[in-house]
């Protein structure tokens, strides 16, 4: 029988054991040791923990949790004040709740905003989306994105909208705007011609302005049947951001679902169509191919000289038509909504609005009238409405985060894996970073060193921060630059409450009442 070298006492004598006999005491061994070692790791985990406790709440309900309440409140910014308040009144400024079966750490402001966004840089956090929202906009969406997939990607998508792309857009977008105003708002004006007034719902138009012009600029799409069904394919998609995520017929999220796949169908038609373009044009002779977004991201190369997946194009063109869409839109229409509200606010706009055209018509030409970066920049008082409105009726509320390590935070042990969400509802409404907070009051913004760092947040802030946020701000100027020279206006029913559906809106889409004027 085969033997080694171990020796045990016995009687005083040592004698040697077979092999046979050896390998079960170390596998044994092995296996205590391994067992000791994994105790003594967790002793020291529930020695820290203890420590630090997590954020102080409730669970609630198994997997559901909090979350029928979350997304209830959700509804509105009243309903929302009033959860969180509850909320803080329980358990303090810093909570958790359960959120479709997760741990979800609702950070406070300002302090709990900056911890996110420095710790996201710091890569011990990651992007996170509830799961509906994660699968309606695709995993190669730039939003799903993280690390240095999500750094190269942003780079690319900036080249279409950091503030010198934003500069070659401002003709084309203000040329949109004026054909806007003459096929959507003046037919409506030449109906209603017998009492001079019209009604229009707000919220409808803005949509399909802003649409119109992401559809321009993105695919090179112009108003017609195509961009229609798209505008309600896009409508049902979006939806799908608050609803459950039950993938059966009858429910937001399966409709959601249906139209997404119809927007990637169009959308690979339209990849198919301009890969074949470029493919018959050469270099010297005249491009049949478009130059919007589309062609470059079919023709852009990444660090590794790779193109672009049709996937990772389609995923981000959904992206880019969402984020200069539906946010636009939603925040024209609220603008327009507290302009009919606050009536000083209208004649304020109105005094440096004819101050612009007062200037550009001393020179003496129709092609002055045309807008540029230098009357936009003037534009001081129509730029503190579109923030207050911002501030009141942000079209986004926030933005989720995961923790890649465990993570200590003003007292507490926020363990990896954990969701946190900075929410920008919590100081926008809070009278100590905006007194009186329920008022609109754009002159709040007249100094913007007085408005504390991590209080206001409509583009989000940090590494994430809204690469289209000169986009809309250009848009937003020059669409409220022709609105307020022909129109004025009041709402049909000021009683009607702002919901969000998934954004802020009036139930009746802010019908207005419009008269026509001349500036």
């Known amino acids: 029988m085969a033997s080694i070298v171990t020796y045990t006492m016995a009687g005083g004598t040592w004698n040697r054991l077979p092999l046979s006999y050896t390998t079960p005491i170390i596998v044994s061994v092995s296996i205590l040791v391994t067992i000791g070692v994994w105790f003594i790791g967790s002793y020291i985990q529930t020695r820290r923990q203890i420590r630090l406790p997590v954020p102080p709440g409730s669970y609630g309900l198994p ?5 029928m309440n979350f997304m209830a409140s959700s509804m509105s910014a009243v309903g929302y004040q009033k959860w969180i308040e509850s909320k803080r009144r329980k358990y303090g400024a810093l909570f958790k709740i359960r959120f479709l079966g997760n741990p979800l750490v ?12 420095q710790k996201e840089g710091k890569k011990q956090i990651d992007i996170y989306w509830p799961p509906q929202v994660a699968r309606l906009f695709g995993r190669k969406a730039i939003l799903n994105l993280g690390g240095e997939e999500h750094r190269v990607a942003r780079r690319y998508v900036a080249r279409f909208l950091d503030y010198t792309a934003v500069s070659r857009y401002v003709e084309t977008v203000e040329r949109r705007t004026v054909q806007h105003f003459a096929d959507h708002w003046e037919k409506e004006e030449i109906r209603g011609s017998e009492s001079d007034t019209f009604v229009i719902a707000a919220l409808d138009k803005t949509k399909l302005f802003t649409f119109s012009v992401m ?32 993938n059966l017929p009858g429910f937001s999220f399966y409709n959601a679902l249906k139209a997404r796949s119809y927007i990637l ?19 010297g002779a005249s491009k049949t191919a478009a130059p919007d977004i589309l062609t470059s991201l079919l023709t852009v190369a990444d660090e590794n000289g790779e193109l672009f997946s049709e996937t990772k194009i389609k995923d981000n063109l959904l992206t880019l038509l969402f984020g200069g869409f539906d946010t636009s839109s939603t925040a024209l229409t609220m603008i327009i909504y507290y302009i009919a509200k606050y009536p000083r606010v209208y004649d304020q706009l109105l005094q440096e609005h004819r101050s612009i055209l007062e200037q550009k018509r001393r020179k003496g030409d129709d092609e002055a009238l045309i807008m540029t970066r ?8 129509t730029w503190r409405v579109i ?8 079209p986004l509320t926030g933005g989720w985060r995961r923790a890649t390590t465990d993570l200590e935070y003003n007292g507490y042990s926020i363990p990896k894996g954990w969701t946190m969400m900075w929410n920008n509802m919590n100081s926008h409404f809070d009278p100590k970073f905006f007194h009186d907070p329920t008022t609109f009051n754009p002159s709040r913004f007249e100094e913007p060193s007085t408005i504390t760092p991590f209080t206001f947040l409509p583009f989000g802030a940090g590494t994430r921060f809204c690469p289209g946020n000169e986009f809309a701000k250009m848009e937003m100027l020059i669409f409220i630059h022709h609105l307020i020279k022909r129109y004025q206006w009041t709402l049909v029913d000021p009683d009607d409450p702002v919901i969000r559906d998934p954004m802020p809106m009036q139930r009746n889409r802010t019908l207005i009442k419009v008269t026509r004027r001349i500036l």
Request: hydrophobic residues 45%; aromatic residues 10%.
């Open 63 to 67: 997997w559901i949790g909090d979350t």
């Open 106 to 117: 609702l950070m406070e402001a300002p302090a709990g905003n900056k911890f996110l966004f």
């Open 215 to 246: 559809c321009s600029l993105v695919i090179s799409m112009d108003e017609g049947p195509e961009m229609e069904v798209l505008l309600g394919k896009f409508n049902t998609w979006a939806r799908g951001f608050i609803s459950l995520p039950i």
């Open 265 to 283: 169908d169009l959308f690979s038609t339209h990849i198919a169509q301009r890969t074949a373009q470029l493919a018959k044009d050469r270099p």
């Open 374 to 381: 230098e009357d936009l920049s003037s534009m001081k008082y």
């Open 387 to 394: 923030q207050e409105a911002l501030r009141l009726q942000p």
